[in-house]
């Protein structure tokens, strides 16, 4: 070669990119930036040797127990997108269709719960028949065709409903139905962030209701087979292990018991990589970081550095959760169709819901026992996070015992405790979200993911962490 050839081009080295958090937004972030395979070089990092964040499946005696989330909605396509894509299109699973069905409990007694309050159009035969509401509460569901839009102002889920439909529906059927899924009281949830649909269609339509309702569209829905909730034949366990194996096979690397110290911008003597994460085996460089942790914890980390973010993180709370699983031999409760029942918080008691598992989902239980899963949030929550499993058995078994009448033993019990098990989207959280996303515009290479931006469920986790990704491969381009 002459002296005069041009020099050929130097192949650029991937983007080294870390992770930080192993639930399951941190290693859809990693799944998605390894596409395709030496896209990247991704490092997850992991605090604890388990990975999955809350979802934990564990099998025992031939029952199959979730001491986190047991499903995911299947209006919301990413998270069966996901499993598809890595194989698992055979192991999904619908409810039961015979068991489809929820109740609630309200002064000693199982009403069924109306369906489909949280999507509309809403049946309002349905909701304005249930003998969950006295006849005054009928009555004012029923005029909710006639009640004006709001302003479109953020306002509480309660006065959202209350507004709509009147105080029961409030207290009896959306109170019960939300404390299990955003962490909070009704009066304290912002209706914008947790139901941002019903805002629009509210605002679109004028009501949430049909007005008439032998519509077509009550009768569809009304004859549609498909089950609301999808989840996975082993365990949603079962997506965590097909995201590690399908990462290791990539080539990202999983550091699993490695807490990252401190994050912060490289010095300028530093290599160009513009970040640095603080180990307790030293300092490494990455030239761009998506944080997959709890909003308090990214907050911690990004505190010295990027105060005005860690000041938008920490405004978010999040509401605690015990789990119990309880396995019995022989048929509980008996003669009652269904997937569970929820209990409305003014209520008084320390159970928010039971899920009769064996009946909700195949191959959960041997055949002829069974399997409920108790469910205790909020203050009752907290009062046992530092308690005896024991004494958390002990408890739901003497609610099983007043509700359902459950006198036998269990043959098998598990409890699962989650300090941080939802966040709580307060009055102001999407204006709050919005300017943390602002700020992190002007730090290239920082991203922030998790149940605490704009949807608490799997989909929603698995639909950041792959915008995430987008937008880095973007910024790389």
């Given amino acids: 070669m002459s002296a005069s050839s041009p020099s050929p081009p130097q192949e650029r080295a991937p983007r080294r990119i870390a992770v930080v958090g192993g ?36 099998e025992g005696g031939g029952f199959v127990m979730e001491g986190g989330p047991d499903s ?20 999904l699973m619908e409810t039961r269709p015979s068991h489809r069905r929820s109740y609630t409990w309200w002064e000693g007694s199982f009403y069924p719960l109306p369906t489909g309050i949280l999507n509309p159009p809403i049946r309002l035969r349905e909701l304005a028949g249930s003998p969950l509401l006295s006849p005054q509460g009928r009555e004012r ?28 529906v409030v207290r009896r059927i959306a109170e019960p139905l939300l404390a299990g899924v955003f962490g909070g009281g009704v009066d304290e949830i912002s209706m914008q962030a947790a ?66 110290q401190a994050l912060r911008p490289a010095r300028r003597e530093s290599p160009p990589a513009p970040f640095l994460l603080d180990l307790e085996e030293g300092e490494e460089a990455f030239d761009a970081v998506v944080m997959a942790l709890p909003a308090p914890a990214s907050a911690k980390l990004l505190a010295p550095a990027w105060p005005d973010l860690a000041d938008a993180l920490a405004s978010v709370d999040y509401s605690p ?12 409760p008996q003669g009652r169709p269904g997937s569970g029942f929820i209990i409305p918080p003014s209520a008084g ?32 929550a907290r009062r046992m996070l530092q308690a005896e499993d024991a004494k958390v058995i002990s408890l739901l078994r ?47 290479g920082l991203t922030c993911i998790g149940n605490y931006l704009d949807g608490v469920g799997l989909p929603d986790c698995i639909r950041q962490a792959r915008q995430a990704a987008r937008a880095l491969a973007s910024d790389a381009s």
Avoid: N
Wanted: net charge positive; glycine share 10%; aromatic share 8%.
């Fill in 321 to 332: 959760a015990v789990l119990g699983a309880l396995a019995y031999s022989g048929e509980v």
């Fill in 23 to 58: 639930g399951i937004s941190g290693l859809s972030a990693a799944y998605f930036l390894s596409r395709p395979p030496g896209a990247a070089q991704v490092t997850v990092f992991e605090a604890s040797s388990h990975w999955g964040g809350i979802i934990v499946t564990e």
């Fill in 195 to 260: 139901f941002p649909r019903l805002c629009r269609y509210e605002q679109l339509h004028g009501c949430l209701c049909l007005r008439d309702t032998s519509d077509q569209a009550a009768e569809s829905r009304e004859a549609a087979p498909s089950s609301p909730f999808l989840t996975l034949r082993g365990g949603l366990a079962t997506l965590v292990e097909a995201l590690l194996r399908d990462c290791r096979r990539s080539g990202v690397e999983l550091r699993s018991g490695r807490p990252v």
């Fill in 72 to 91: 995911f909605l299947a209006a919301k396509p990413e998270a069966a997108e996901l499993c598809r894509q890595l194989g698992l299109r055979d192991e």
């Fill in 398 to 444: 003497r609610e099983f015992l007043d509700l359902m009448d459950v006198r036998q033993d269990p043959v098998l019990s598990r409890v699962w405790k989650l300090p941080q098990a939802l966040p709580v989207y307060r009055l102001g959280h999407r204006s709050r979200m919005a300017a943390l996303k602002k700020g992190l515009q002007e730090v290239k």
């Fill in 141 to 168: 569901a029923a005029r909710e065709p006639e009640i004006p839009a709001g302003g479109g102002e953020d306002e509480s889920v309660g006065d959202f409903f209350h507004r709509r439909f009147g105080r029961e």
């Fill in 349 to 380: 008691r320390d159970l928010l819901a039971c899920t009769w598992v064996h009946q909700k989902w195949r191959r959960r239980a041997p055949r002829g026992h069974s399997l409920l899963r108790g469910y205790l949030a909020g203050e009752p």
